[in-house]
């Protein structure tokens, strides 16, 4: 299952359901998977609410599967699928994940900084399902929506600083051929 867009929460769990009896690998980079001796740690739901710089409201909820692997720890084979679906099965009764919600995977070790990745693709290998993990790219909303993020034509108006104070002019009144004085008007 190749995957050019974020795959939701109901596809992910859907796709592990067909494949209980099978090992979970997690690639997260070519040819680096994580360590079989890996642990879900836990599993979050994260509504995002932002405002994008066209200035539209966006909602979305991402389901964010943490894997971390212990140091020392020495294991030949990774978890089953099953004993995946058992930990979900747990979070599940306590908080009842968005079906909807964008799947991410977050990962690190010493030689990788901790992501949060998407699944790319999800691969039957034998006994193994393993889930290719690639990383989320900045994207502009606005222009997504056939927009315009506040640019111009040559796209130099977007993030400008706030426009510049105009320069007030100092005159100095010690100076002048008339005094100030109480009453004069000229203070």
């Known amino acids: 299952m190749n995957k050019t867009e ?19 690998q997690f690639q997260y980079a070519e040819g680096k998977l994580v360590d079989a001796a890996y642990h879900i740690t836990e599993i979050k739901q994260a509504p ?5 710089c066209g200035g ?9 599967m943490q894997l971390w692997v212990p140091e020392n720890e020495q294991q030949e084979r990774s978890m089953t699928v099953s004993k995946a679906l058992s930990i979900v099965d747990i979070v599940e009764k306590m908080l009842p994940l968005d079906p ?26 034998g006994d193994q399902l393993t889930i290719d993990l690639r990383p989320d790219a900045v994207q502009c909303k606005a222009i997504t929506r056939g927009g315009s993020c506040g640019t111009d034509e040559k796209g130099e108006e977007c993030c400008t600083p706030a426009a510049e104070k105009p320069v007030v002019q100092l005159v100095n009144l010690a100076s002048s051929s008339s005094t100030c004085t109480p009453g004069g008007g000229c203070c």
């Open 6 to 24: 974020a795959i939701n929460w109901k596809t992910f769990k859907e796709t592990l359901l067909q494949h209980p009896d099978l090992e979970l």
């Open 56 to 64: 539209v409201m966006n909602n979305w909820t991402e389901i964010i």
């Open 100 to 125: 909807n919600g964008t799947v991410k995977i977050e990962f690190g070790n010493s030689e990788f900084d901790t992501r949060q990745m998407f699944p790319n693709s999800i691969d039957v290998n």
């Open 48 to 52: 995002i609410t932002s405002v994008d």
